[in-house]
């Protein structure tokens, strides 16, 4: 298996100017993805486990 690194899809501007109209003083959704988008990145990890799994599933190839 392989995994992909990316993070949280960027927002259409045309839906951040639609909600930005509709929630001018923001609302709990917004700020909880504004907050935590950075959580979600997975960039960070790319590199912590690149060929440590092998096909037997085990670490280091011992079985």
Do not use: H, N, Y
Not at 7 to 14: A, K, V
Request: no cysteine.
């Amino acid at each position: 298996m392989s995994l992909q690194p990316k993070g949280l899809p960027e927002i259409p501007e045309q839906t951040a100017a639609v909600a930005r109209a509709a929630f001018p003083k923001g609302s709990l959704p917004i700020r909880v993805r504004d907050r935590l988008a950075e959580v979600f990145v997975d960039e960070p990890f790319t590199g912590t486990t690149a060929g440590v799994v092998t096909v037997s599933g085990l670490v280091g190839g011992s079985g």
